[in-house]
C-alpha cells in the first residue's frame, strides 16, 4: 500500500531478484462492525502466479463516507481499471444497489464489459473484504466443521487432509447473487492446476460447507472512483517505481543519516542508511540498509541494499546505473555468510522468452565477459530451463578470500587484466538465485537490519539532544527496549550527558535514561513519581552538585548497573535519574543569580521592624511556560494579576535585628498561638535548609540566600551573626491563604522575606532583582518552581512576564496598559471559589517535565501554543474586551490539563460545569488539582447570586466564595518606628 506523492514511502521488506510475493491486505480499524479475512491458505488468491498487489487513494478520499448503517453479510472494496489491465487480474459484477452478482477472473471481453462503468473503467478486485459480526461469527464457527477444519492447526493435528481457500473465490464468491450452487461446487479457483482432480474433489466437500454458512448472507461492493491499483511482478523496475515519488522537489529520506543531503537528487529515496562522505544518488534510485562511505556515484535506476562499509571501497570509481546490487546473509552447511547478488533493472527472470542480463542479451553478455553457457548451466539442461533464475552466476565461497561485490562488478567493465577477474570468478563455488533462496539466513539478515537501524538512530538520538531539537525521543526508547537493545541507547546518553558543556542538555539526557529505565520496567515496579535520597546514589548527586558533570555520569552509571535486575528496582533508579536531573535544573536557574543586586543603606536599629507585605497573584495565560527548563528551553510567557482577596493583601513578612547572637523564626498568623516557632543557635540548627518539608526551611534558606550567614563556613553562627551585625535577625512570615491554594502563596511569601530581610541587614533590593532572587532561593530549597508566582505578587496591577530561551535565566516584566475604567470593570467581575482541594503541585510538576523531557509532540504543541495566546490574550487586556478574555480563560485551562493530565478533580468540575451558564471563562489557579477557581462572571457583582447556585448543587464540600480585586501596587515595605506594634 502507498499513500499520495506528499507521504513517507512505506517500506517493503522484499529482496530481489523474486518470484512469488503474498497479497498484502491492510486492516482498517476505525471501522466499526467488521471483521477481514485475510488469505493466509492460498499465497495467490484472484491474482496470477507472480507479483502482488497494492493500491492506491487520494487523502481527499473520504473511507469513513461509506455507509455502514445497517451493515450485514460483507463488502468488498474495489478499484478502478482499464479494461485492458482487467484481462489479467480479477473484476467484480455488480447491480445498480450495489449487491455483487459474480466475480470474474481474467474474463473474457464480454464479462469485461458487463461489469464496465459508464465511464469505461472496471471494478478491480483490490483485497480489502469487510465482514459484519455476524457473518464473521458464522465464518470463524466453521472451523470445527469439516472439512474446513483442515484448514486450521487444529485439524492438521488430527490428521486431516490440508485444504486451502480462496478469500475471493471459495469464500466471497459464495455469496455473490448470480452464483449458483452447482456453478459454485464444481467450479475450480483460477489458480488450481488442471492435474489437481483429487484436490478439486475435496474443495467440493469444503465448498459446501461455505454454501450452507454464508449464502444467505448480503455481498456488496463500495467502489473508490478516485483510487487507483497498480499490481507489481517481478521486475525489479516496478519495485523502483514504487519505491520513489519521481515528481518530488527533492530526493525521499526514510530513518537514514546522510552526510551530504545535496547528493541525493529528486525522486530518489534511501531507507534506514548511513551515507558517510559523497554518495551521488540519481532519480529513480534506492538505497535500503546500507551503510556506505564515499565517493560513490550511482546514477538513475539502480537498487542497493544490504551493503555495508567493507563493500564501499568496490564501488568506489564506479557508476552504477539500471543495477540491482544486494547483500545477503547466508548459512551454508551450517556456517554463516554473505553473499552478493548483481542484476540489471531490465532483466527478465521468466523462464520462456529470450533472457537477459545486466540488461543485455546473454549473447551480448558472454561476449563481453568471457563467459559461456556452460560456467552457467549444465550440458544437460534444457534450453528452456536455461534463464537467469537457473543460471549459477554468484559465488558464494572463494578459496584464497573472501567474496564480495568486486567479484559480479567486473562484469560491468571487463578490464584488460589477462582475463585475471574472470579466472577468480570461475575458481569460485557459485549458486543460481534459485539454489540461493533455501540458504538466506532471514534472521541474520533481520539482525544486521536492526544494528543498522540503531547505528544511524543513535547518532540521530545524539544529534537531537545536542542540537536541543523538539523531537521525541520516545519511539526510539521502546524500539530499544523492546529489541532488546537499551545497553547502546544508555551508553549513547551517558557520553551526551558527561559531555554536554549546558546543563540543560545533560539534563535532559538524563531524563531519557530514566525513561529507558521505566520503559525497561514494563510497566511493573510501582509509580516513577516518588523519593530519590537513597543514600547509594549519593557519591553519584555528589559529583553533580559541585560541579563534576562527567564524574557524576560515570558514577550514575555504575551505580545504575546494580539496578537493573527487577522492575521495582528499575522504576526506583529512574527515580533517582530524574533526582539527577533536577540538580542540573537547579545549577541552570541559579543563574539567575547574577541579575541580583543590592544597595547599602542605613542599618536599622536593634529592635526596629521591617515590614513587608503583598497581593496574591491570578494566572491569566501562559502557566507552565515560566517552570524551567521550559523558561530556558522554550522561552516563557505568563500574564498575571496581582490581586488583594477580600480587600486584604494575604502575604507578608517582618524581621527586625536583635541584639543575641541568634535566629529566631516564626512562621504563621500574627500573634497568634498556632504560630510556629524556631531558634536557630548554631549552623547545624540551619542544615535542613534544603528540606522543603522541614519546619522553617524557607526562612533558612532566606538567610542562606540574602548572604546573611554562610551555612558552609567553619566560623560558628553566633561569630559570623556578632562580626556582620552585632547581634541576630528575627524573622516572621505569614500568610492568610490555604496551603495550596494556587495563587502564589509559596513564591511571593519568599520575596516578601527576602525583602524584609535585606532590609533589616542594612541592604535594599529592587523589585526585578527579587524576582530572580526567589528563582535562587527556591533552587537552594530544591523545590524548583518557576517565575510567574513572584512576578504576579510583586509587580503591581497587570503585567506580562518573559523568559528567553536561553541561560542565564532573565525575567523581564511589561506592565499591560488596560481602558481607562477597565480595572474597576474587571474588579467587578472576578471571583475567587476556594473548591476545598489541596493541589498536588509537586506530582503534577514531576510529570510535566517528564512528558516535557521527552518531548511529546502534544506537550511541546501545547507548550509552543501557551506562549503564542499569551500574547493574544495580553492583546486582549489592552482593548479591555471581557468575554475574549473569558474565552482565554477558558481555553488557558484546556491547555493547563493538557500539560498536565488528571489536575481536574471531580468536585471541580461538577462545580465548573455549574457556574458555565453564569460565567464568560473560568479556570483553576496555578498547576490546577485543587486551590482557587477564578470566575470572569457575565454580570457584576454575582457572588450572592454564585453562593445560592453552589448551594444547590450536591457534592462540593467546603467550598467558599471571596471577593478580588487588582492590585496596583504590589510589594510594599516599611521600617516601624522602635516600639511600634506590627
Same mark, same amino acid.
Given at each position: ?102 466475480? $470474474?477472473? #481474467? /474474463?473474457?471481453? *464480454? @464479462?469485461?464489459? !458487463?461489469?464496465? &462503468? ?83 474433489? $475435496?474443495? #467440493? /466437500?469444503?465448498? *459446501? @460447507?461455505?454454501? !450452507?454458512?454464508? &449464502? ?767
Amino acid at each position: 500500500m502507498k499513500l499520495d506523492q506528499e507521504t513517507e514511502l512505506p517500506l517493503l521488506a522484499l529482496s530481489l531478484p523474486v518470484c512469488r510475493m503474498e497479497i498484502i491486505i491492510p486492516v482498517w480499524p476505525f471501522l466499526p462492525h467488521r471483521t477481514l479475512w485475510k488469505n493466509f491458505g492460498r499465497k495467490r488468491g484472484c491474482h496470477s502466479s507472480r507479483g502482488m498487489s497494492t493500491w492506491l487513494w487520494k487523502p481527499s478520499f473520504p473511507f469513513g463516507g461509506i455507509s455502514w448503517d445497517g451493515f450485514r453479510g460483507a463488502r468488498v472494496i474495489a478499484l478502478p481499471g482499464s479494461s485492458a489491465y482487467a484481462r489479467n487480474h480479477g473484476i467484480y459484477l455488480s447491480d445498480s444497489q450495489g449487491f455483487v452478482l459474480d466475480i $470474474y477472473y #481474467q /474474463g473474457t471481453e *464480454a @464479462e469485461i464489459q !458487463r461489469c464496465a &462503468r459508464p465511464d469505461g473503467r472496471v471494478p478491480l478486485v483490490s483485497g480489502i473484504v469487510f465482514f459484519s459480526v455476524e457473518t464473521a461469527e458464522r465464518l470463524l464457527a466453521t472451523h470445527v466443521s469439516p472439512p474446513l477444519d483442515a484448514c486450521t492447526y487444529m485439524g492438521l493435528d488430527s490428521g486431516a487432509r490440508p485444504v486451502q481457500l480462496s478469500l475471493f473465490f471459495d469464500i466471497v464468491l459464495s455469496m455473490a447473487r448470480n452464483v449458483s450452487k452447482e456453478d459454485f461446487l464444481v467450479g475450480r479457483p483460477p489458480e488450481m492446476g488442471q492435474g489437481d482432480v483429487g484436490v478439486a474433489a $475435496y474443495l #467440493q /466437500g469444503a465448498r *459446501a @460447507e461455505l454454501w !450452507r454458512e454464508l &449464502r444467505d448472507q448480503p455481498l456488496t461492493m463500495a467502489y473508490v472512483p478516485d483510487g487507483s491499483y497498480s499490481y507489481m511482478t517481478s521486475l525489479a523496475s516496478e519495485l523502483l517505481h514504487s519505491l520513489t515519488v519521481p515528481s518530488t522537489p527533492r530526493a525521499q529520506t526514510v530513518h537514514s543519516q546522510v552526510e551530504e543531503l545535496e547528493l541525493l537528487e529528486p525522486g530518489s529515496s534511501v531507507v534506514s542508511c548511513v551515507l558517510e562522505g559523497p554518495v551521488w544518488l540519481g532519480p529513480g534510485s534506492v538505497l535500503q540498509h546500507c551503510h556506505l562511505r564515499g565517493p560513490i556515484h550511482i546514477s538513475a535506476g539502480c537498487f542497493l541494499s544490504g551493503l555495508d562499509i567493507a563493500q564501499s571501497e568496490a564501488l568506489h570509481g564506479m557508476e552504477l546505473r539500471d543495477l540491482i546490487l544486494q547483500g545477503h546473509h547466508m548459512r551454508l552447511h551450517g556456517s554463516l555468510g554473505r553473499v552478493f547478488t548483481l542484476t540489471g533493472r531490465l532483466d527478465n527472470w521468466e523462464r520462456q522468452g529470450t533472457g537477459t542480463y545486466l540488461n543485455m542479451p546473454w549473447s551480448e553478455f558472454f561476449q563481453k565477459t568471457g563467459i559461456r553457457d556452460w560456467d552457467l548451466w549444465d550440458p544437460d539442461t534444457p534450453p528452456t530451463e536455461r534463464c537467469l533464475l537457473s543460471a549459477r552466476l554468484f559465488p558464494v565461497f572463494h578459496p584464497l578470500r573472501a567474496v564480495g561485490p568486486c567479484d559480479l562488478l567486473w562484469m560491468l567493465d571487463p578490464k584488460q587484466d589477462g582475463g585475471e577477474a574472470l579466472r577468480a570468478w570461475r575458481a569460485a563455488w557459485r549458486l543460481s538465485w534459485e539454489q540461493l533462496q533455501p540458504c538466506l539466513d532471514r534472521g541474520a539478515t533481520l539482525a544486521s537490519r536492526r544494528d543498522l537501524f540503531f547505528h544511524q538512530a543513535l547518532h540521530k538520538a545524539r544529534h537531537v539532544l545536542e542540537a536541543r531539537q523538539d523531537l521525541s525521543l520516545h519511539p526510539l526508547i521502546r524500539a530499544a527496549v523492546r529489541e532488546g537493545c537499551p545497553g547502546p541507547l544508555l551508553t549513547t546518553l551517558d557520553q551526551v550527558a558527561a559531555g554536554a558543556g549546558d546543563p540543560g542538555v545533560a539534563a535532559r539526557a538524563l531524563a531519557c535514561v530514566a525513561d529507558v529505565l521505566g520503559c525497561m520496567a514494563g510497566g511493573c515496579g510501582g509509580l516513577r513519581s516518588g523519593p530519590a535520597a537513597n543514600p547509594e546514589w549519593t557519591r553519584s548527586f555528589s559529583y553533580l552538585e559541585r560541579g563534576d558533570l562527567a564524574g557524576g555520569v560515570e558514577a550514575l552509571a555504575q551505580e545504575r548497573d546494580k539496578w537493573l535486575s527487577r522492575p521495582a528496582l528499575l522504576v526506583r533508579a529512574a527515580r533517582h535519574y530524574e533526582g539527577a536531573e533536577q540538580i542540573l535544573i537547579r545549577q541552570a536557574v541559579m543563574s539567575a543569580q547574577q541579575f541580583v543586586s543590592t544597595e547599602l543603606v542605613e542599618l536599622p536599629a536593634h529592635g526596629q521592624w521591617v515590614v513587608t507585605e503583598c497581593p496574591a497573584r491570578v494566572d491569566f495565560s501562559g502557566g507552565w511556560s515560566d517552570t524551567p527548563p521550559l523558561a530556558y528551553e522554550l522561552g516563557g510567557a505568563v500574564l498575571g494579576l496581582a490581586v488583594r482577596v477580600d480587600g486584604r493583601r494575604p502575604i507578608g513578612a517582618r524581621a527586625r535585628r536583635i541584639p543575641e547572637p541568634e535566629l529566631r523564626l516564626a512562621l504563621g498568623p500574627q500573634p497568634d498561638d498556632m504560630t510556629v516557632k524556631i531558634v536557630c543557635r548554631s549552623l547545624d540548627d540551619l542544615q535542613d535548609y534544603c528540606q522543603p518539608h522541614a519546619p522553617g526551611a524557607l526562612l533558612k534558606a532566606a538567610f542562606i540566600c540574602a548572604g546573611t550567614i554562610d551555612v558552609c563556613s567553619k566560623i560558628p553562627l553566633s561569630e559570623q551573626l556578632l562580626r556582620a551585625f552585632g547581634g541576630g535577625f528575627e524573622l516572621h512570615t505569614w500568610s492568610e491563604l490555604p496551603h495550596g491554594s494556587g495563587l502564589g502563596t509559596s513564591s511571593i511569601l519568599a520575596g516578601t522575606a527576602l525583602a524584609a530581610l535585606q532590609r533589616a541587614a542594612g541592604r535594599a533590593v529592587g523589585t526585578e532583582s527579587l524576582i530572580h532572587a526567589v528563582l535562587h532561593l527556591e533552587q537552594v530549597l530544591t523545590t524548583g518552581g518557576g517565575w510567574q508566582d513572584q512576578v504576579g505578587g510583586l509587580m503591581p496591577g497587570i503585567k506580562m512576564g518573559r523568559s528567553r530561551a536561553q541561560l542565564p535565566l532573565k525575567v523581564e516584566v511589561e506592565e499591560i496598559t488596560v481602558p481607562e475604567g477597565f480595572v474597576q470593570k474587571l474588579n467587578d467581575h472576578l471571583l475567587l471559589v476556594y473548591t476545598g482541594k489541596t493541589r498536588l503541585a509537586r506530582n503534577l510538576l514531576q510529570d510535566v517535565l517528564r512528558s516535557w523531557y521527552a518531548r511529546l509532540p502534544a506537550v511541546v504543541q501545547n507548550a509552543h501554543s501557551l506562549v503564542r495566546q499569551t500574547e493574544e490574550c495580553a492583546e486582549a487586556f489592552r482593548q479591555g474586551n471581557l468575554p475574549l478574555l473569558g474565552q482565554y480563560l477558558t481555553s488557558y485551562w484546556a491547555q493547563k490539563k493538557l500539560m498536565a493530565p488528571g489536575c481536574e478533580p471531580l468536585a471541580v468540575r461538577r462545580m465548573m460545569d455549574v457556574l458555565a451558564p453564569h460565567v464568560h471563562g473560568q479556570s483553576l489557579a496555578g498547576a490546577g488539582g485543587g486551590g482557587f477557581l477564578y470566575l470572569l462572571t457575565k454580570e457584576p457583582r454575582q457572588k450572592e447570586t454564585l453562593e445560592a447556585v453552589l448551594a444547590k448543587t450536591e457534592g462540593l464540600g467546603n467550598y467558599s466564595i471571596h471577593l478580588v480585586e487588582v492590585d496596583t501596587q504590589g510589594l510594599s515595605l516599611q521600617l516601624l518606628e522602635r516600639g511600634a506594634s506590627t
